[in-house]
T-cell receptor, first 114, second 117 residues
Framework: AQTVTQSQPEMSVQEAETVTLSCTYDTSESNYYLFWYKQPPSRQMILVIRQEAYKQQNATENRFSVNFQKAAKSFSLKISDSQLGDTAMYFCAFMKLNTDKLIFGTGTRLQVFP | EAGVAQSPRYKIIEKRQSVAFWCNPISGHATLYWYQQILGQGPKLLIQFQNNGVVDDSQLPKDRFSAERLKGVDSTLKIQPAKLEDSAVYLC???????????????FGPGTRLLVL
């Protein structure tokens, strides 16, 4: 069975600084998808970024980028130029190929302060 | 484009009572998901529908939970009878569900926060 581990329950960062959230996962699959979802205090979860395991290039979406280390089964999220609106819970999630089932980690609460 | 709608937003019931949640997915989305998010944990998939058929309900406690998606659009999730450990946020999500395309983005609703006393 696949598992997703987020070892940082809480993180904080000053506005305009850079922060990295960690995620590791365990799977015997060779192809899969990885996601970072953001859940602001209003609780509507939105997709931040996704990565296909068969792609070597790290995904990037504006200020958000990932460091995907397939051999180490690591998938960290880097937020550059942090903004107050980035304050939220961040969930790392795994999806096996040919399924739509997301397996989430326990989340990291990020606080961005002025 | 309207997002995923859920109601009610909050519900407080006593144990052994029944409760129902409603979800309206994004128009045109064939796949609908119900997740349970217990405080301090990530969401856990309860059931997945493709149109009005069940794709995965392996983690649905079928002795007390039931769900349906009539006409392949709206869905309801019911708990009967509720237990204290059912206190959680129940999230509904939807995705396009285009045949052959997997790994699609799931769009989440605001959730229903349930407290069982």
């Amino acid at each position: 069975a696949q598992t997703v581990t987020q070892s940082q329950p809480e993180m904080s960062v000053q506005e305009a600084e850079t922060v990295t959230l960690s995620c590791t996962y365990d799977t015997s699959e060779s192809n899969y998808y990885l996601f970072w979802y953001k859940q602001p205090p209003s609780r509507q979860m939105i997709l931040v970024i996704r990565q296909e395991a068969y792609k070597q290039q790290n995904a990037t979406e504006n200020r958000f980028s990932v460091n995907f280390q397939k051999a180490a089964k690591s998938f960290s999220l880097k937020i550059s130029d942090s903004q107050l609106g980035d304050t939220a819970m961040y969930f790392c999630a795994f999806m096996k190929l040919n399924t739509d089932k997301l397996i989430f980690g326990t989340g990291t609460r990020l606080q961005v302060f002025p | 484009e309207a997002g995923v709608a859920q109601s009610p937003r909050y519900k407080i019931i006593e144990k052994r009572q029944s409760v129902a949640f409603w979800c309206n997915p994004i128009s045109g989305h064939a796949t609908l998901y119900w997740y349970q998010q217990i405080l301090g944990q990530g969401p856990k998939l309860l059931i997945q529908f493709q149109n009005n058929g069940v794709v995965d309900d392996s983690q649905l406690p079928k002795d007390r939970f039931s769900a349906e998606r009539l006409k392949g659009v709206d869905s309801t999730l019911k708990i009967q009878p509720a237990k204290l450990e059912d206190s959680a946020v129940y999230l509904c999500a939807s995705s396009l569900g285009t045949s052959g395309r997997v790994g699609e983005t799931q769009y989440f609703g605001p959730g229903t926060r349930l407290l069982v006393l």
